[in-house]
Structure formats: C-alpha cells, structure tokens
C-alpha cells in the first residue's frame, strides 16, 4: 500500500492567525486533500511566555471560516509534555546531547566576550566538558539544568527541499541547541520533531523562515534515527516594493481582512496565489478547484509580492457572483455598522438596493457610505445641484416641471426601462436640455457627486409604497436648497 500523505499546520498560539500563516495552513490543506491524504492540527504552545489569549481560539476559528478543516487534533504540545522528555532523556542516553548547568550570568558574560572578539556568539561546549563526577554532583543539586543538542564542527547538512532544490548548512554555524528548557518544556526544535515523527507527517510545509532551523531539525532526526520528511519551505511575503511586508502592505491578522469586508473565498483564493500558480490564464478558484490543481512543483521559489490591489479585484469579482439573497446576508452587518436601519424595510427594496452598487463594491465595508441614501435624507451641497454653468433658475424651473410630470406617471412604471424613455421624452417636448434636468435630478435623489443614474435609484424607490413620495419630496428639498 503505498504511504498515506500526511501534513500538518503546527501554529504558535502566539497572535491572531496573519495572512501568511493562513497560506502556510492552505497549501497543507491542499498538498494533503490533493493526494488523499490528511491534514493535521498542531499547537506549538510550549514557550508559555510568548502565548496570547485568545490565540489559539482565533486560529481555530479562522480555520474553521476559510473551511480548513483538519482530518486529526487539535493536538496541544503542551499536554505532550513527558514524551518529549523521554526524548530528550534518549539522545542524553546516546551522548548525542548533554546536560547544561551554566547561568544566565555566565552565559550572557560568554556572549558579551564573543562579541567583543568578533566571533559569532554560540555556547563554548563548557558543560560537555564537565568532569563525570562534577556532573553527577550538579545533578543531584537542584541546580537548573537544560538538555543542549552537542553539534560536532566540520560537518556539512545537506538535505532537499522540494521548492529550492539542495540547501547546506555547515555544523560550524549551529549553536548547541537547547532542547529542553529548565521548566521541563521542550524547545520548538524538539518538540516539533519528535512531533512530525509520532505524527507520521510526511511532508513538512511551512514558511522560508524556517530554512534556518532545518538543519537543526535534520541533525536530531539523525540522531534519532529516524527518516526525514519531505520539506517545502514557502517564499516569503514581500510588499510591492519587494520589501519585508509590513502592516501597512497588509501583513496584518485574517480577521481584520474579513473586517474590512474581505469574502473568505476571495481571499482564499488571493491568498492562493501568493507563491503558487496553476500556469494557466485562468484565476478564479475555489477550494475544491485549488485542490484538484494544486502541487508542490508549482511552488515559487522567489517572494510573493503581496498586491492589495489585486486583493480588491479578487474580491469585487467574488462580490459579483454573489446572488441578492447572499448579497444582503453579507452586507447586513456592514449596513447594521454604518447605522442603517434597513431591517423594517421591504427585503425587495433593500436587496434591489444593494445590486445597484454590486459592480462598483471592492469591499462590503464600503456600503454603508455607497448605499446610505436610500435610507437617509441627503444633505445637499447646492453646488452639486447644478450642471455646469446653468443658471440656478433654469434647474429650479425644470426640476419643478419635471417633479409634476412624474405626479402623472404610475409608480408602477417607475422601472428604468419605462422610465427613461418616458422622461426622455418629456424633456425633448418640454423643450429642456437633457443635463440640464437629469443631473440635478440624480443629485437631488442621492445627494452625491457619483452615484447609480436617476431612473435606477428611482426604480429601487419604486419598490416602496411611499417611493413615489420619497422621490418628489426629495426633488422638491433640492430646489429649496437651490438659493
Ligand atoms: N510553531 C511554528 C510556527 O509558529 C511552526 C513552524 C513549523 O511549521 O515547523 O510557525
């Protein structure tokens, strides 16, 4: 039978879940379901002092809403905490690691000297070289001790990495690793090999900064005995201008990005894109088509510029395919924090009303201020109310007449197909200029510099009973506004 697939996702419950580790959790998520194989949950919450509360239930959620949905765990390192003792006590046993008592003082004194030398900082093997009977003695005292890794000089690491090929490391750059602190909890090197290994992961898949643990990692794997996995390490994250990505080039949580009225199947599928790419024209993917296509040859080896932009185009296109139905459960909250009180309203109208910006929204965020007039009387700014430079009579006078021909005109008519040819024509046999009414017109119903054309806002109003009424007094307040 050939060898169950298996990756992990193994965050650190150490912030909110940013964009970078929700690529990290996708593109295991896909290897895994890709190959009919599982996907597995880790928390790496060994360092107690870097956990966040609230963390690890943001992760758990944010997964759970992006449809990441783990095969096994969550498992918690932190409640696995003697069998990484175990380990550490087996490769004591094999003298590949030894016991370190050295102070904070002493070893802080050793760094201070090697920087003053200019050599590279790393711990100088004191403890290795204890005598056996000064080790005993420092054993039974309660004397805080951790596990070091003993790193021999000189030798080379190579190991294969499915998105750079070949990377080598020489022993001489690897500090004596600490693989259990004096607590009694693993260090991440420990615990997250021992890990991959009783988990049976198959194919470690994690972000490029941790290239430099890897030789670390291939070293106690070694010791151990034990077979490599298969590691791919995922291009970082660059701004536009191929810089480290900062907050304000987005390398912010998931959550804000949902905040700000992002879909999470757009940015799923964004996110996607950030390092791999199908080498087809086409973009649009769900989950289901993203694992179908996805493999770990199409990886980049280069950084992923992170482009907000192409962000916001990702999601308009995701917005559009949205019915009106899906359209308003979206939206809702968004109106509900813009102050709109659209929930008395007819579900015809509100939903009529937020087609009309469908086409025009990059993020639902945005609503509220593009569809606030519907519900609320427009201020005026009397300026706007006029079409180049018409004289503010000429408005007055054809708002007025125009205000009583649509006195005449059945609500149910109010539809933009009807509509517009109807006003058309009135204006062309009342002898008006067609700007010279319709502008003010739209102005007069939204209020604003740009919004959808007059007859679409006034087929949405139609839907109303008072629509009509709505309409004329809107009109009728704009010509007050006038002088
Ligand atoms: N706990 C590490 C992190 O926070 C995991 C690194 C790995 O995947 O090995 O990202």
Known sequence: MPQEIRTRFAPSPTGLLHIGGLRTALYAFLFARNQGGKFILRIEDTDQKRSVPGALENIIQTLADFSLNADEGPYHQSE?????????????????AYYCFCTHTRLEELHEQQIAAKVPPKYDKHCLLLSQEDRETLLKSDQARVIRLNIKSGEQIVFTDEVHGEIKFSSDEIDDQVLLKSDGFPTYHLASVV??????????????????????????????????????????????????????????????????????????????????????????FSLAELVKQFSLDKINKAGAVFDLDKLDWFNGMYIRNLNAKDLLEKCSPYLKKAGINFETLSQEFVEKVLLLEQSRLKKLSEIGERVGYFFREPVYDPKLLIWKNTPKETILKNLNSLAQFLLTVPTENFKVTELEPLVKKFIEDSKMKNGEVLWPLRVALSGLEASPGPFEIMEAFGVLKNGKEIILKRITKATENLF
Do not use: C
């Open 80 to 96: 696995r905490l003697e069998i990484y003792k175990k380990y550490a006590q087996e490769l004591i046993d094999k003298k590949v």
């Open 195 to 284: 890990d991959d290994h009783l988990m049976n992961i198959t194919h470690i898949i994690r972000g490029d900064e941790w290239i430099p643990s890897t030789p670390k990692h291939i070293l106690l794997y070694q010791a151990f005995g034990w077979n490599i996995p298969k590691l791919a390490h995922l291009p970082l994250l660059l701004s536009k201008t191929r810089k480290k990505l900062s907050k304000r080039d987005g390398d912010v949580s998931v959550k804000e990005f949902v905040e700000q009225g992002y879909l999470p199947d757009a940015l799923l599928n964004f996110v996607a894109f950030l390092g791999w790419n199908p080498k087809t024209e086409h973009e649009i």
